[in-house]
């Protein structure tokens, strides 16, 4: 296994419309973790899974997020009803344990809504 | 309240000079976690250092050396000889208790190394 990968890369979508983006952490990892980041700016926490129990969400983000990692593998997240604001990169992490460890990082989906 | 400085938004540098990033955080906790990651240009965040609050030994990896002063709550970066493949934005980020061992995140440091 060689890292983090995240699909799509890139997504153009209109206002309105549902997108689902797609994380596969490192195998061994048990702890997954999603960011969002907008030009300029540090990565901004979203939620964090341990295994497939979803441990915390950011209380910035907006019911039309979802996120699920089903199995403790894979995680997906959902937008519904994408906003012009929703455009940014979507970054998945995954680490062995807690905070403590460090994490890494996938390649991101920049999201672009129209 | 935790919190990551990174006064320096961009520095630029002939290759070859030393530069040194700074980093200066904010935490009550006397157990937590300091990191530096790299974002190059293609975008993808890269963990280059992990260092706890119990460890003041300074770090050397090649080029690339860290400076952990717990007095002065820095995590400086330095690269000695850079290059090109240097620039990038570098970040550092805190875990501590105090935000529920969620990282916080410095606005990042855009590194410019001229050839």
């Known amino acids: 296994d060689t890292g983090v990968s995240q699909n799509p890369r890139h997504k153009i979508t209109k206002r309105g419309q549902n997108v689902t983006f797609r994380c596969d952490p490192i195998?061994?990892?048990?702890?997954l973790y999603w960011y969002r980041q907008t030009l300029g700016q540090g990565p901004e926490f979203l939620t964090y899974?341990?295994?497939?129990?979803?441990?915390?969400k950011s209380r910035l983000l907006s019911d039309r997020f979802s996120a699920e990692r089903p199995k403790g593998s894979f995680s997906t997240l959902e937008i519904q009803r994408t906003e012009q604001g929703d455009s940014a990169m979507y970054l998945c992490?995954?680490?062995?344990?807690?905070?403590?460890?460090?994490?890494?990082f996938g390649p991101g989906t920049r999201l672009t809504v129209t | 309240a935790q919190k990551v400085t990174q006064a320096q938004t961009e520095i630029s540098v002939v290759e070859k000079e030393d530069v040194t990033l700074d980093c200066v955080y904010e935490?009550?906790?006397?157990?937590?976690?300091l990191f530096w990651y790299k974002q190059p240009p293609s975008g993808e965040l890269v963990f280059l250092i992990r260092?706890?609050?119990?460890d003041e030994q300074n770090e050397i990896s090649g080029r690339y050396s860290w400076n952990f002063q717990k007095s002065t709550s820095s995590f400086n970066f330095t690269i000695t000889a850079s290059q090109v493949v240097d620039s990038a934005v570098y970040f550092c980020?805190?875990?501590?208790?105090?935000?529920?061992?969620?990282?916080?995140w410095g606005a990042g440091t855009k590194l410019i190394i001229k050839p």
């Open positions: 935490t009550r906790d006397t157990t937590y976690y």
């Open positions: 260092r706890n609050s119990f």
């Open positions: 195998s061994e990892h048990n702890r």
């Open positions: 980020a805190l875990s501590a208790f105090d935000s529920n061992y969620q990282l916080i």
């Open positions: 899974f341990q295994n497939e129990a979803q441990l915390e």
């Open positions: 992490a995954s680490s062995l344990g807690d905070f403590s460890y460090e994490q890494y």
